[in-house]
Structures are given as C-alpha cells and as structure tokens.
C-alpha cells in the first residue's frame, strides 16, 4: 500500500513537472522567435523589398504552357536542325571528293606530310609563321578548286551543283581574296618539319587552343600514319577542311566537326594539339557510339566464347580482349549476351540466360567484369554453342524485343571440332535466308582450322580472322563493323536518317571512372605514406636536404588528378559516308558534329520556367540526357554509368512502394515520353530532395512535354505556383542613366547559366550584361534584369547602415545580407568593417550561391512560404562545430506579389549571423522564466534542451558538436517519439544513381585455376574411391597452395635484403640494423596500404523527414507508467514563430530511460541490397519501353555473291 501511493505521488510529481516544463518551452519558444524576427526583418528589409516589386501585380498573367513547351521545342529543333544541316554537308562532300579522288599510291617513303595532331612540338603564332600557314592554304584550295571542275558530277549529291561547290572557294569573313591560275599552279611543298608548327589560339567556344584554319588528323593508337591506305585516305579528304570552315561560317555556335574513317584516321576541325594525357591517347573514335551507330544498323549479338581446357595463358588473355574489344564497340541501341561452351554451353552471368540484355554501359560493365573469373574445362562442343545462340536469336526475332535489325553470333576459339554439325547452318540459316552473320574468331596458327572457320564466316555473311598478337585484336575485331555497314552502302536508294548519340563526355574513354578512381586511391594512398613518412621524420630529428625527397617534391605523378576535372557533356549528330564508286561495298566512313549540352541549355528560357520549374532531355530509350537531377559525377569523378540513368530514376513518386517498384502513373508517364504518342499533360505527386539528398521535399508537378527529333523534351512546372509568372513584355526598360549607375556597381551578381544577350561578349557573366546594356540589346530577361536592378538599387544603401541596423549587427555579429531576384539578379552587402566575423575571399558566400532561383535556399524557401509567407526559414551548415566563430545561421524567406488568384514569387531575402551570438542569448533566454526565480533551466543536467528545424537537424544545443547533425544520431529514442507521435513524418527516399565502393571479383592466378583443373579431373576418376582419399587430394592442392604462398614470401624477404644490401653499399652501415630497420618500416607500411576498390553503380535508401502540417503545439508525451513514471515525459516541444524551427527540451535519456527500445531511422544512406546484381535486376525487373527511330539495313541481295566469289571479302587477306 505504502508503495503504491509512493508511486502515485511520485507520478504526481513527474506530471507537475512536465507541465512546468511544457510552460517554460512555450515562454522560450516565444522569446527567441520574437528576437529571431526582429533581425531578421529589421537587417533583411522585406518590407522595402515587398514595396520594390508591388508595382509587379498588375503585369501578372497566366502561363500557357503548352506554348511554353512548344517554343522552346521549336527553338531547339531548330539548332538540331542547323547541326544536321552542317553534318549533312560534311557527308556529301565526302562523297564527292572521294569519288573524283586522286588514285596515285602513296608509299611509306613518299614526301607527303600532313597535321598529325599527336606529333605537333609547337603551337607558338609567329608572324612568319602564320604568313607561311596563309600562304600555303591558299595554295592548297587553289590545287581543289582546278581539281573540281564543273564538270565533275556525281548523281544524288549534292555538290554535284557547280555554283554549290564554288561557294566553298569564295572568300569568307576576314579572308582574303582567292586569285587561283589553274593553268600554273605552283608545287605543293611539303616539308616535313612545317607540320609540326601548327600555330594556335585560345577561342573561348572550344574551350581550347585552336586553329580555324584548317583541320589535323587525328589517328588510332595502334594505327601506322605511315601505311599506304592511311596517307592516301588523309590526302584525299584534306579538302573537307573548305566545308568544315563554310559550316562554321553560316552556324558560329558549331563546335567539332569531323570525318572518321575505318582506315583507322579522323579527320578534325577546327585543329588542336592533342593531350598528351594517357587515357586520352588511347581514344578511338571507332569505338565511339556516334561512329557505331552511323556505321552499322542496330544488332544483336551473341558472343560464343570456347573455354575450354586449352584455353589457357596467351590464348586466355587473347580471347577475353578479343571479348573486351567486342563489347567496346556496342551501345545503347544493341543487344548482346555472352555465352561459354565446353560441353555445355552456359551464360557468362547466370541472370542473363536465355536472352539478350540491352548494351548499355551498365550491362556491358557487368560482362567485363565476370570475363577474367570464369574457368576453362573439358573439351569444346562448337554444335551445341551454335545452336544455343542460333534459338536465343530466332526467339528475339520473333518476339521483337530487341534490336528488332541485324544479328550475329561471333565465335572466339582456339579450334574447330572437326564432327560438328555442319548441316547446322543450312538449316537454320541459309533456309532462312541467311538472318544471321557469324564471325569467327581464331586464335592460334592450325592452318586446318583456319579453313574449316573461314568457312564458316564466309558462308554465313560474316568474317573471319586470325588473332595470335594481342596488338592485332583492335584492327582486325573492328573489321566486323565494316561487314556489318555493307547494307547501308548498297542500300543508297533509301533516305539515311541523322544519329543522334547518346550523353558522353567529350574525348573520354568509356572506363574514363576506373581509371580517375585508381589515380584518386593513389592519391590517398601517397598522403597515408607520406604522413607515416613525416612521422618517422620529426620523430628521429631528421633533416630533408635531399632534391629529390618525395617530402620535398612539388610535383608528383598524381597531381594533375587532385583537381576536379573539367567534363564536357555533349551528344553528336552523325551520318554514314556511302562509298560511291563501283567496286566500294562498305561505306567510307561517318561525318560528326558535336553538339554541347550546354547548348541545349542555352535554349531553355529557366526565368520563364521560374523556382522549381524545369526542362529535360530524354533518349529513345527512356535515358536523361539532361536533367537537374541528373548526378553525373562522385567525389569529381565521372559516375561509370552515368549516361544510363532512366527517367524513372530520377522521378520518383511520393509513394510507399518498395524500391524499383514503380507505380502505374510514371511508368505510362515514361511510355508517352519515349513513344512521342501524345503530348497531353501529365500529373504527378514527386518526392525530390536539396541540399545533397539531406532535405525533402514533397509537390505535385504538372509535365508536358514534345518531340525533338529522337530526343523527347519535358517541361515541368509546380502546382502551386508555376503557372502565375510576370509579364516581362509589360515591364518598361529603366532610364539608361540609371541603368548604368546601377551596372557600375560592385555588389552583383547574375546566374551564370542564364544568356540575356546572345551577342554579348566579356570575361564574366555580369560584364556580358554590361556589353548587351551598352548595345542596348532589347531582350525581355535584360530587361527584366536592369529592372530589378534599378528596383532594388536602394541595397547598395547597406554600406551605410543606420545607428539601428548597426546595433543589430554588433549585437548579432550579421555578416551579411543578400537578395535574389527570379531575374537571375543576386545582391549582397557584408559588414565585416563593422562585424568581427572574417570570410575566405576564395569561398565566400556569393562565389557559391549566384544561381538565384536554382540555390537551394531559393527553392525552399519559395516552397515553405507559399502557404506562410510570415515566417522565415533558418538554417546551418550540416555536421558543422559550434566551436568554431564562424559558423553561420542563414535566414532566408521568399517574397511574392499577388493579385486576386494570380500569385507568383519574385525575390529571396536573407541573412547570415553568427551562430556562437545566438547561442549566447539562447542562454540568457532559457535561464529566464517568467517567475521571479527559475527553478528549471536549460542548463540543469537532467533537462537537455535542443532547437531543430523543420527537416529534423538540430540548429543549436548546448552541445557544441551536435550544431547541424540529425536529432536521430543524438537521441534516436527521442526521435523515434517525435515520429510516434505525428511531430515529425518519416519518408523514405531512394536514390538510384548512388556510387558504392565495392572490392572488385578476384582473377585468381593461373597456376591455382591450374591446379583446380587438375583437381577437378582426379576427383572425377576417383569418383568410387572413399571420401578419405578425396579429402587427401584436396590437402595435397592446400599444400601446393601455402607451398607457393611461401616461395613468394622468401621472394619478398630476398628482394628486402637485396635493398639493404645497396643501401649498406652507399652508406656503410650494418647490414644486420639496417635490415630490420628495413624490414620493420616495411611492415609497417604494409599495415597502411588501403584496400583497392571499384566505384559500382547501387541504390540507397535513407529516412528523411518533414514537419507535419497538422502538428499542434506546444506537445508533451505523458504516459501513466506508475512503475516507470521517470520516462513518463519523455521529452516537451513547441513551435518557435514565424519560423521553420521548433525548441525541444527532453529528459537526459539517463536512468529507466537509457535502455528502452525504439526503431532507428537513420539519414544515412544504406546500400538496398536486391535477391540479385543491381545489373541483374534491372535487365529483368526494370526492362521497359524503348523506341528505334533509325533506319534497319539488315541485309542487302548484292551481298549475296560478295563473300561467295572473294574470300578477301570476308578475311581471307589476313591468312
């Protein structure tokens, strides 16, 4: 009895208590918000801010959005239309000018010498230099224009034109005239030394020294310039450089154009000397999708790789870069398996049985990545692969799903088993009209086999070759591809369609990520070695007075890899080159143009899309070639897959499924996208996150959306406030006076990205301004701009802040002020002559935030103050230090005008005070109460007391190092309660283009997969014997193991005594001390070697959170746990106002309290672990609609009797 009212007094107690404690949460609450507002209005000046754009509610109009949508696809179809244009003109002269060829022979020996853009040593414009240049161009078109006379015709072209062709001679833009004498004609000279000075020029459109002159050529790594097909194909194609120069003339927004040959050599315009950076000299621009595609049709292929037990050593390592090389020539359009064969025949990846998976860089990556693990074995059965490809390709055929063109088996194997099933190939090819090629590969010197696999490719359409070097796969695998492009060349009646490419980065190899992965691991691993270096350095008093001490070294190999690169995202534009002359069965080559991404940016009016408005850019199938979303790059490098995010990947539904599950609405959303069948709009409920995936947001956005070409455009805006803009053709221009008063200020910025005159040059974006004002360009965002400008001008004022704002800044230690304008205008005022507060001038505040409406403060805070436009939003740096002075609380709030429905967001205003200033009167606030005397207090060890905004981060503590951290990771069980009780609402948020550091497959040595072979054959002919001797064997294979594991180690001991041996030779020290020395700092070392890994493509999931709209405060949980009345309040909470924080005091999570369960939410993200590969999955599970919008030449009849009646047709030359 005495026990129980014990305990209900206790409870009693508790209860008072926490209502004590619910009062003095809502008193704090509402002093801090009061101090909070004040100088946030005071230092901000809404109010003038509201009065400088009221006069903006009567040019308030209503979006029409499907103009919207439809005058920007108007506007890009257009520049896609000028760059098909200009790639079309490359084509057709190539045809011409190949067809009226010079077909003299050029000899290894021979005087002709070309711009070989590898071989360049100077690029200085000397005056003498440039005359000679001008000179000898001059001289060069002359010998063109005699060579091209009108009467020189060719049908279908459409130079054939004289009066065409003579305009490439006529002078351009500051040239000079062309006088030429047909009749003398002066001598090419063509001293070698003179092709090595090419003079160059920054120009600001290429991002690169260049010469408009002329163009180089470029040539393949393992290509000799020197073979005779190569220099007579580089001679006859030097006249492309009048067509590159005439395009470049009628479209100055053109940026690469070319011509790429098969022979192995590209020629480029304008002329550049080629980086010498390794991975960009392994470019071939053969295995580049814009050439692939133009080249051959779409395909499907199957890979049959023979592994058996002779496939081993050289002829292993051959035939997995023979598959490698294969693979590399494929994309997004082709489908592709591979398959091994012994006497079974089995899917490289298990997942991928019995079909054909897309060839995007995913799939493909999968495929590389399993090619070194498999494992040789018995002897090969070449009927079975066969017929194991021969049904995957018949199935696709009829069912349409893949490619939907060409097929082919590609055959790699040492030899040919003499018994196959010849009778194969009649019936289940030749009957059928012969719908699939095969290729064979053969590695190794049988000269029987070589017959017998001749055969085989020249009966069945395809090719054959002999690959024993591992220098010939490239030249002789791509051959593949000119068999393929023999329909396109005889099929020249038929209209050919422009390819447009998918996203890539200019000049960058396909496994561009692994390499800048292993030079970033390098450099780490450098910085861990040098640290432990220097260690040992300072600890043994040394003194560094060597050169060459890597401690003392400014360079090192890796430097060039620690800055983030500088990625060039394009698609390019490309047209196959029909070899025109009788006896040419393959086309010549693929005429290019680049095409900027930044360019189709440039075309996007973002200031008519307005905050949180905006436009995309997806592929035929279904993949982002440009989105805001779009994460292209981790930690600087480029992603492996980053050209192969899908729609769906990046819009994702507010919904509860489970991850990759989409909902019906986004997948017919992607359908309509890819399809281009309709183009009503579509809406849908998205989740989205800011702020590097640390917020979320939650909105409804309307989609609409048209065809450009192959491409699909998307035009989004939000429901709320996306269809009310301002009428920029009503606002008047300011007076010019004013104008440039306000232009000549300091204090500016405008959005980098954004083009408010198309003519307007200078170094910045705001000097570009100035040029298009003083032009008086007269475009609606310049306009729009100088008004804001001129509207806010009284913001330069800050500088001579009153006695009031001054007050506020010394009490507050305000740093700074800003203001952005939809415009794309961002003003700012710091007060550091009045402040104690310091800024790195390098990392200041405006340097990182001049995108106006596209700033993540600007988007929120838009989003937050449509439905509450008191209160303003704060926040702090993530997982910052209280400690440090100048850690910073930003205070932002959106301001709108508004006239009778019509309501539309103009300007962001904002502070930055110091976050230490804060914590110092939050002090004086929470020990204060409105008592004479305060019992409780934020500071009492019991009572932990938190202010946290709206997304669950704690904003200030009493604990320094808790300021911009999750409440979750400090309190999990006090969370866990907020969500329990509705405070907070937790959503789940996925994201599919997370990187995750992976340990890639082992490739075991050759001597263990040997020795497991052999294990493997015992154990097969010991099959009755007892599971004793069997366990015998497997020791005895153990034992070789360890044995060779120990032969290495003595190898290592030996090669650390041989270095202390030539040390003790320099030094004269005891080889005994020095060894262990030795030996110890190497062991040491050991222990500091990270772990090699691969950035893989993953998905993560992580919890985010909300303040629930419906929440009422101020809150307190009270449970009537007579026996555990200590956790009966768990914590009280309260809304701080006019603001997006709240004040949290809870009990110190000691006693009873310590050890309750709870669930975790936790923001960090978590790999989402699939019952398969990532790969896998998608291929089967996410496999959705594509569209093929290009041309099929599958087949032509004249093929027919090519291979029949010349083996060197199809690779009899390489015996």
């Given at each position: 009895?005495?026990?129980?009212?014990?305990?209900?007094?206790?409870?009693?107690?508790?209860?008072?208590?926490?209502?004590?404690?619910?009062?003095?949460?809502?008193?704090?609450?509402?002093?801090?918000?009061?101090?909070?507002?004040?100088?946030?209005?005071?230092?901000?000046?809404?109010?003038?801010?509201?009065?400088?754009?009221?006069?903006?509610?009567?040019?308030?109009?209503?979006?029409?959005?499907?103009?919207?949508?439809?005058?920007?696809?108007?506007?890009?179809?257009?520049?896609?239309?000028?760059?098909?244009?200009?790639?079309?003109?490359?084509?057709?002269?190539?045809?011409?000018?190949?067809?009226?060829?010079?077909?003299?022979p050029?000899?290894?020996?021979?005087?002709?010498?070309?711009?070989?853009?590898?071989?360049?040593?100077?690029?200085?414009?000397?005056?003498?230099?440039?005359?000679?240049?001008?000179?000898?161009?001059?001289?060069?078109?002359?010998?063109?224009?005699?060579?091209?006379?009108?009467?020189?015709?060719?049908?279908?072209?459409?130079?054939?034109?004289?009066?065409?062709?003579?305009?490439?001679?006529?002078?351009r833009?500051?040239?000079?005239?062309?006088?030429?004498?047909?009749?003398?004609?002066?001598?090419?000279?063509?001293?070698?030394?003179?092709?090595?000075?090419?003079?160059?020029?920054?120009?600001?459109?290429?991002?690169e020294?260049?010469?408009?002159?002329?163009?180089?050529?470029?040539?393949?790594?393992?290509?000799?310039?020197?073979?005779?097909?190569?220099?007579?194909?580089?001679?006859?194609?030097?006249?492309?450089?009048?067509?590159?120069?005439?395009?470049?003339?009628?479209?100055?927004?053109?940026?690469?154009?070319?011509?790429?040959?098969?022979?192995?050599?590209m020629?480029?315009?304008?002329?550049?000397?080629?980086?010498?950076?390794?991975y960009?000299?392994?470019?071939d621009?053969?295995?580049?999708?814009?050439?692939?595609?133009?080249?051959?049709?779409?395909?499907?292929?199957?890979?049959?790789?023979?592994?058996?037990?002779?496939?081993?050593?050289?002829?292993?390592?051959?035939?997995?870069?023979?598959?490698?090389?294969?693979?590399?020539?494929?994309?997004?359009?082709?489908?592709?398996?591979?398959?091994?064969?012994t006497?079974?025949?089995?899917?490289?990846?298990?997942?991928?049985?019995?079909?054909?998976?897309?060839?995007?860089?995913?799939?493909?990556?999968?495929?590389?990545?399993?090619?070194?693990?498999y494992?040789?074995?018995?002897?090969?059965?070449?009927?079975?692969?066969?017929?194991?490809?021969?049904?995957?390709?018949?199935?696709?055929?009829?069912?349409?799903?893949?490619?939907?063109?060409?097929?082919?088996?590609?055959?790699?194997?040492?030899?040919?088993?003499?018994?196959?099933?010849?009778?194969?190939?009649?019936?289940?090819?030749?009957?059928?009209?012969?719908?699939?090629?095969?290729?064979?590969?053969?590695?190794?010197?049988?000269?029987?086999?070589?017959?017998?696999?001749?055969w085989?490719?020249?009966?069945?359409?395809?090719?054959?070759?002999?690959?024993?070097?591992?220098?010939?796969?490239?030249?002789?695998?791509?051959?593949y591809?000119?068999?393929?492009?023999?329909?396109?060349?005889?099929?020249?009646?038929?209209?050919?369609?422009?390819?447009?490419?998918?996203?890539?980065?200019?000049?960058?190899?396909?496994?561009?990520?692994?390499?800048?992965?292993?030079?970033?691991?390098?450099?780490?691993?450098?910085?861990?070695?040098?640290?432990?270096?220097?260690?040992?350095?300072?600890?043994?008093?040394?003194?560094?007075?060597?050169?060459?001490?890597?401690?003392?070294?400014?360079?090192?190999?890796?430097?060039?890899?620690?800055?983030?690169?500088?990625y060039?995202?394009?698609?390019?534009?490309?047209?196959?080159?029909f070899?025109?002359?009788?006896?040419?069965?393959?086309?010549?080559?693929?005429?290019?143009?680049d095409?900027?991404?930044?360019?189709?940016?440039?075309?996007?009016?973002?200031?008519?899309?307005?905050?949180?408005?905006?436009?995309?850019?997806?592929t035929?199938?279904?993949?982002?070639?440009?989105?805001?979303?779009?994460?292209?790059?981790?930690?600087?490098?480029?992603?492996?897959?980053f050209?192969?995010?899908?729609?769906?990947?990046?819009?994702?539904?507010?919904?509860?499924?489970?991850?990759?599950?989409?909902?019906?609405?986004?997948?017919?959303?992607?359908d309509?996208?890819?399809?281009?069948?309709?183009?009503?709009?579509?809406?849908l409920?998205?989740?989205?996150?800011?702020?590097?995936?640390?917020?979320?947001?939650?909105?409804?956005?309307?989609?609409?959306?048209?065809?450009?070409?192959?491409?699909?455009?998307?035009?989004?805006?939000?429901?709320?406030?996306?269809?009310?803009?301002?009428?920029?053709?009503?606002?008047?221009?300011?007076?010019?006076?004013?104008?440039?008063?306000?232009?000549?200020?300091?204090?500016?910025?405008?959005?980098?990205?954004?083009?408010?005159?198309?003519?307007?040059?200078?170094?910045?974006?705001?000097d570009?301004?100035?040029?298009?004002?003083?032009?008086?360009?007269?475009?609606?965002?310049?306009?729009?701009?100088?008004?804001?400008?001129?509207?806010?001008?009284?913001?330069?004022?800050?500088?001579?802040?009153?006695?009031?704002?001054?007050?506020?800044?010394?009490?507050?230690?305000?740093?700074k002020?800003?203001?952005?304008?939809?415009?794309?205008?961002?003003?700012?005022?710091?007060?550091?002559?009045?402040?104690?507060?310091?800024?790195?001038?390098?990392?200041?505040?405006?340097?990182?935030?001049?995108?106006?409406?596209?700033e993540?403060?600007?988007?929120?805070?838009?989003?937050?103050?449509?439905?509450?436009?008191?209160?303003?939003?704060?926040?702090?740096?993530?997982?910052?230090?209280?400690?440090?002075?100048?850690?910073?609380?930003?205070s932002?709030?959106?301001?709108?005008?508004?006239?009778?429905?019509?309501?539309?967001?103009?300007?962001?205003?904002?502070?930055q005070?110091?976050?230490?200033?804060?914590?110092?009167?939050?002090?004086?606030?929470?020990?204060?109460?409105?008592?004479?005397?305060?019992?409780?207090?934020?500071?009492?060890?019991?009572?932990?007391?938190?202010?946290?905004d709206?997304?669950?981060?704690?904003?200030?503590?009493?604990?320094p190092?808790?300021?911009?951290?999750?409440?979750?990771?400090?309190?999990?069980?006090?969370?866990?309660?907020?969500?329990?009780?509705?405070?907070?609402?937790?959503?789940?948020?996925?994201?599919?283009?997370?990187?995750?550091?992976?340990?890639?497959?082992?490739?075991?040595?050759?001597?263990?997969?040997?020795?497991?072979?052999?294990?493997?054959?015992?154990?097969?002919?010991?099959?009755?014997k007892?599971?004793?001797?069997?366990?015998?064997?497997?020791?005895?294979?153990?034992?070789?193991?360890?044995?060779?594991?120990?032969?290495?180690?003595?190898?290592?001991?030996?090669?650390?005594?041989?270095?202390?041996?030539?040390?003790?030779?320099?030094?004269?020290?005891?080889?005994?001390?020095?060894?262990?020395?030795?030996?110890?700092?190497?062991?040491?070392?050991?222990?500091?070697?990270?772990?090699?890994?691969?950035?893989?493509?993953?998905?993560?999931?992580?919890?985010?959170?909300?303040?629930?709209?419906?929440?009422?405060?101020?809150?307190?949980?009270?449970?009537?746990?007579?026996?555990?009345?200590?956790?009966?309040?768990?914590?009280?909470?309260?809304?701080?106002?006019?603001?997006?924080?709240?004040?949290?005091?809870?009990?110190?999570?000691?006693?009873?309290?310590?050890?309750?369960?709870?669930?975790?939410?936790?923001?960090?993200?978590?790999?989402?672990?699939?019952?398969?590969?990532?790969?896998?999955?998608?291929?089967?599970?996410?496999?959705?609609?594509?569209?093929?919008?290009?041309?099929?030449?599958?087949?032509?009849?004249?093929?027919?009797?090519?291979?029949k009646?010349?083996?060197?047709?199809?690779?009899?030359?390489?015996?």
């Open positions: 009895m005495i026990v129980l009212v014990l305990a209900a007094s206790g409870a009693a107690d508790e209860r008072k208590r926490m209502e004590k404690v619910k009062q003095l949460v809502r008193f704090w609450s509402k002093r801090i918000g009061e101090k909070l507002t004040e100088l946030s209005k005071k230092m901000t000046r809404e109010d003038q801010v509201e009065d400088s754009f009221r006069i903006l509610e009567d040019k308030l109009i209503k979006e029409d959005d499907k103009d919207l949508v439809n005058d920007i696809a108007d506007d890009i179809k257009k520049m896609m239309k000028k760059k098909e244009e200009a790639v079309f003109n490359i084509a057709e002269y190539m045809e011409f000018i190949s067809y009226h060829r010079d077909l003299t050029i000899f290894e020996n021979s005087s002709y010498y070309f711009f070989d853009a590898d071989n360049i040593t100077d690029t200085e414009p000397t005056d003498k230099r440039l005359e000679e240049l001008h000179a000898t161009i001059l001289n060069n078109e002359c010998h063109w224009k005699c060579e091209q006379p009108c009467n020189s015709t060719l049908k279908r072209n459409a130079f054939s034109d004289c009066s065409v062709r003579l305009k490439l001679f006529a002078p833009d500051n040239e000079q005239s062309k006088e030429c004498n047909c009749a003398h004609l002066p001598e090419k000279d063509r001293p070698p030394d003179t092709y090595r000075h090419l003079p160059l020029r920054y120009d600001p459109r290429y991002d020294h260049v010469n408009l002159d002329l163009s180089v050529a470029k040539l393949a790594i393992n290509v000799y310039e020197r073979e005779h097909t190569v220099l007579e194909g580089i001679r006859w194609s030097e006249a492309l450089d009048l067509v590159f120069k005439e395009n470049l003339n009628n479209d100055p927004t053109l940026t690469w154009q070319y011509f790429a040959s098969p022979k192995g050599f020629r480029h315009y304008p002329a550049m000397k080629w980086s010498e950076e390794q960009k000299q392994t470019y621009f053969r295995l580049r999708t814009w050439y692939t595609e133009a080249f051959t049709s779409p395909k499907d292929l199957i890979l049959l790789l023979d592994r058996s037990g002779s496939m081993i050593g050289t002829r292993r390592a051959v035939s997995d870069q023979i598959v490698n090389q294969i693979l590399d020539t494929l994309n997004d359009n082709d489908f592709v398996n591979v398959y091994t064969f006497n079974t025949t089995e899917p490289l990846i298990n997942c991928f049985n019995d079909t054909l998976v897309q060839a995007n860089e995913e799939n493909l990556r999968l495929l590389r990545e399993a090619i070194p693990v494992e040789e074995e018995y002897v090969a059965d070449l009927s079975l692969g066969i017929n194991k490809a021969f049904d995957i390709l018949e199935n696709f055929r009829k069912t349409r799903s893949s490619a939907n063109c060409n097929q082919a088996i590609m055959l790699i194997t040492e030899g040919i088993d003499y018994y196959y099933d010849k009778d194969i190939f009649k019936r289940r090819n030749w009957d059928k009209d012969y719908p699939v090629r095969i290729f064979t590969y053969q590695i190794g010197q049988d000269e029987g086999d070589a017959v017998e696999m001749e085989i490719a020249c009966n069945n359409m395809g090719w054959w070759g002999n690959m024993s070097v591992m220098g010939d796969i490239r030249e002789k695998m791509i051959h591809l000119n068999v393929m492009s023999r329909p396109i060349n005889l099929g020249l009646d038929k209209k050919r369609s422009h390819i447009w490419s998918y996203l890539h980065v200019d000049l960058a190899d396909r496994r561009l990520s692994n390499w800048l992965w292993k030079k970033f691991e390098g450099i780490r691993q450098r910085n861990i070695y040098l640290d432990h270096i220097k260690r040992i350095v300072y600890r043994q008093n040394q003194m560094l007075t060597a050169e060459d001490h890597m401690l003392l070294k400014e360079t090192h190999p890796y430097k060039a890899y620690e800055d983030k690169m500088d060039k995202y394009m698609t390019t534009v490309s047209l196959p080159v070899g025109r002359n009788i006896n040419e069965t393959e086309l010549l080559g693929v005429a290019g143009v095409v900027p991404l930044k360019l189709f940016k440039s075309l996007i009016p973002y200031e008519r899309l307005g905050v949180n408005g905006y436009a995309f850019i997806v035929n199938n279904g993949y982002i070639l440009m989105h805001p979303d779009h994460k292209s790059e981790f930690q600087t490098i480029l992603k492996p897959t050209n192969r995010v899908d729609i769906l990947e990046v819009e994702i539904l507010n919904d509860d499924r489970e991850p990759r599950l989409f909902g019906d609405s986004v997948v017919k959303f992607r309509k996208l890819v399809n281009q069948r309709s183009n009503e709009p579509v809406i409920k998205v989740k989205y996150t800011l702020n590097d995936n640390k917020r979320l947001m939650l909105g409804c956005r309307h989609y609409y959306f048209a065809p450009i070409g192959p491409f699909t455009l998307g035009v989004v805006l939000p429901d709320k406030y996306g269809f009310d803009i301002v009428n920029k053709t009503l606002i008047d221009r300011p007076d010019p006076i004013d104008s440039a008063a306000s232009l000549n200020s300091r204090f500016w910025k405008v959005h980098p990205d954004w083009i408010y005159c198309k003519k307007c040059v200078g170094d910045s974006p705001e570009r301004v100035r040029d298009g004002f003083s032009k008086n360009e007269n475009t609606s965002l310049l306009t729009s701009l100088l008004y804001d400008m001129e509207a806010t001008k009284w913001f330069d004022d800050y500088g001579d802040a009153d006695a009031d704002e001054e007050k506020f800044i010394v009490a507050y230690q305000v740093h002020v800003f203001l952005a304008t939809y415009s794309g205008l961002t003003r700012w005022r710091d007060f550091e002559d009045i402040s104690s507060v310091r800024e790195d001038v390098e990392d200041s505040f405006e340097k990182r935030n001049d995108r106006a409406i596209d993540d403060w600007y988007r929120r805070a838009v989003e937050l103050n449509f439905e509450d436009e008191s209160k303003f939003i704060y926040s702090v740096p993530f997982e910052t230090s209280g400690y440090e002075n100048n850690t910073m609380i930003t932002t709030k959106a301001i709108f005008v508004e006239k009778g429905d019509l309501k539309s967001p103009v300007a962001v205003v904002g502070l005070f110091n976050h230490r200033e804060m914590y110092e009167w939050y002090n004086d606030i929470t020990t204060t109460c409105n008592e004479s005397r305060c019992k409780i207090t934020c500071k009492q060890k019991d009572l932990n007391c938190y202010i946290m709206n997304n669950a981060y704690i904003v200030l503590s009493d604990e190092e808790f300021i911009g951290r999750y409440m979750g990771d400090i309190r999990p069980d006090i969370m866990a309660d907020l969500i329990q009780d509705r405070i907070y609402i937790p959503t789940k948020m996925y994201d599919y283009q997370a990187i995750c550091q992976k340990v890639p497959p082992k490739k075991e040595p050759e001597t263990v997969r040997i020795q497991k072979r052999k294990q493997k054959e015992a154990m097969k002919k010991k099959k009755k007892t599971k004793r001797s069997t366990s015998s064997a497997r020791s005895s294979a153990a034992r070789g193991i360890i044995q060779l594991a120990n032969n290495l180690l003595c190898i290592k001991d030996w090669l650390i005594g041989l270095l202390v041996v030539l040390k003790n030779a320099v030094t004269g020290e005891e080889v005994q001390e020095v060894y262990n020395s030795t030996r110890d700092e190497y062991l040491a070392f050991n222990k500091l070697m990270i772990e090699k890994t691969v950035p893989t493509p993953c998905d993560q999931s992580r919890w985010l959170f909300n303040l629930n709209k419906t929440a009422r405060f101020p809150f307190s949980n009270y449970t009537k746990d007579g026996t555990k009345f200590q956790c009966s309040w768990p914590y009280a909470i309260d809304k701080i106002p006019n603001t997006n924080l709240l004040f949290l005091a809870t009990n110190d999570g000691d006693g009873a309290c310590r050890g309750r369960s709870h669930p975790i939410y936790s923001t960090e993200p978590k790999e989402i672990i699939y019952n398969t590969t990532l790969p896998c999955y998608i291929a089967t599970m996410n496999n959705y609609t594509r569209r093929m919008y290009m041309n099929c030449y599958e087949r032509n009849k004249k093929e027919d009797d090519i291979n009646y010349d083996h060197w047709k199809c690779g009899h030359y390489w015996k």
